[in-house]
């Protein structure tokens, strides 16, 4: 007889051909206007993030780390810069071995001519790709998310509980689970009910104060899904939102065998953590304060872990230099991450992060600050709290952080005190 051991093996065996059999879909088309002037240019899933990557390298890079090697990158909004992410960063896969990276740009492809009319109609509108790849269960997860999940657990527990879409969830303070779409389940994770931002949100049995919040990450059966997507395409607009949450997945409930996965099953942590890392960085507070979590001595999200690496795609950029050492004008940074290209000439930088290629100048106190790629910050400036756009040229003697009523008329400054400053506002502030 097997012992417990063999016995695993064949089940790891097995689980890694139905993930050869899988078709992921990164969701990628989203401005996110809660980012503000962020997403001016870029889609939500292309801004910089943690020093060096884009937000949807965590997507990309867990279905890679997963072994899922077959994926599908639909995209809508302001998509150049994201095009050209993926196509430098991410054309490593082989397609003689049927590895790939699809970018899918809306292109009107069904009757109607509609753009993409929400998520699960940007999955319709590809189907016939989607087909011509034959898998036998596709992967269905949102791109501008920050987290490192395991995605071979959730399609090994959609397997075993023969579902026909599984839903992956977190655990939230039932407080706060009002912002999210929220499940109800029995005890053997059978979802009973799917309410979007409900008033009353249902706990978890067991667990009174905590409800399950879904995550936007949905495993189907191929042949099921396409059923389904071709049931709502035909629904009319204003019946339906053709969006998974809104509309597909609740449809499903009390109808088929709808199954919820736990995110701490198949969370990818370090030793030591204390939490089941999950961000949504979807709004100016959340960008900056999970920035400068990864200052910390041990932030919650772990960037140098070896056995579940974060891909992305890097310019060659020298390192990071720091000059001159005297009192009054010293090169330094503490509490800091800098990247690749930056130069801190003289300038004090405490508690921040630096992105690429940035140039802090002589006598600058920087703290508390995420400063994105390109920029160069003028001499005697001192910026406190801040998110600073990428390519911004801050003039000399800026002062930010220390006046909240100048700083929200001349800046855009959340109800929490991060000020975000771009070139646009900067160029209006000159011209003022």
Excluded at 62 to 87: D, E, F, M
Excluded at 237 to 259: A, Q
Excluded at 369 to 389: K, W
Excluded at 393 to 399: A, C, E
Aim: aromatic fraction near 10%; proline fraction near 5%.
């Amino acid at each position: 007889m097997f012992d417990a051991v063999e016995r695993k093996g064949l089940l790891d065996i097995e689980v890694t051909e139905r993930l050869r059999r899988t078709l992921a879909l990164v969701l990628a088309g989203g401005r996110g206007s809660r980012l503000k002037n962020l997403t001016d240019w870029h889609a939500k899933p292309a801004i910089p993030f943690a020093g060096k990557f884009r937000i949807i390298d965590f997507a990309l890079s867990n279905c890679i780390n997963s072994g899922i090697r077959r994926i599908g990158v639909p995209t809508q909004y302001k998509a150049h810069s994201l095009l050209q992410h993926i196509q430098r960063g991410w054309g490593f896969l082989r397609g003689e071995f049927n590895e790939f990276i699809e970018l899918l740009p809306a292109q009107q492809r069904t009757t109607g001519s509609n753009w993409y009319r929400g998520t699960a109609d940007a999955v319709f509108q590809n189907l016939d790709i989607i087909r011509a790849h034959k898998p036998e269960y596709v992967l269905v997860l949102a791109g501008d998310h920050v987290y490192k999940m395991d995605y071979g657990r959730m399609l090994a527990q959609h397997v075993a509980r023969n579902a026909d879409v599984t839903v992956a969830c977190l655990e939230v303070p039932l407080t706060d689970a009002t912002a999210f779409g929220v499940m109800a389940v029995d005890e053997d994770d059978n979802v009973l009910r799917f309410d979007e931002k409900p008033a009353n949100p249902t706990p978890v049995p067991g667990k009174p104060d905590t409800a399950l919040a879904s995550m936007g990450i949905y495993i189907f059966n191929a042949a099921f899904l396409y059923e389904r997507l071709a049931r709502d395409a035909i629904i009319a607009d204003d019946h339906t939102s053709h969006d998974f949450g809104h509309d597909v997945i609740p449809e499903l409930v009390g109808k088929y065998r709808v199954i919820a996965h736990h995110f701490q099953d198949s969370c990818v942590m370090h030793e030591g953590a204390r939490e089941h890392y999950w961000r949504d960085v979807g709004t100016i507070d959340a960008y900056w304060e999970a920035n400068i979590d990864l200052t910390t001595v041990t932030p919650a999200l772990n960037l140098y872990d070896q056995n579940w690496p974060i891909w992305t795609y890097q310019a060659q950029l020298p390192p990071a230099k720091f000059v001159f050492d005297s009192d009054s004008r010293r090169g330094m940074a503490v509490d800091s991450m800098v990247s690749g290209g930056c130069v801190i000439s003289g300038a004090a930088v405490r508690r921040s992060l630096l992105f690429s290629n940035v140039r802090i100048n002589s006598y600058c106190v920087v703290e508390d600050t995420v400063v994105l790629p390109d920029s160069d910050i003028g001499r005697h400036s001192r910026l406190s709290r801040c998110i600073v756009d990428q390519g911004c040229v801050v003039p000399p003697g800026l002062v930010v952080g220390e006046d909240p009523e100048l700083d929200a008329r001349r800046f855009f400054r959340t109800e929490k005190g991060i000020t975000l400053i771009t070139n646009t506002m900067l160029k209006e502030l000159e011209g003022g």
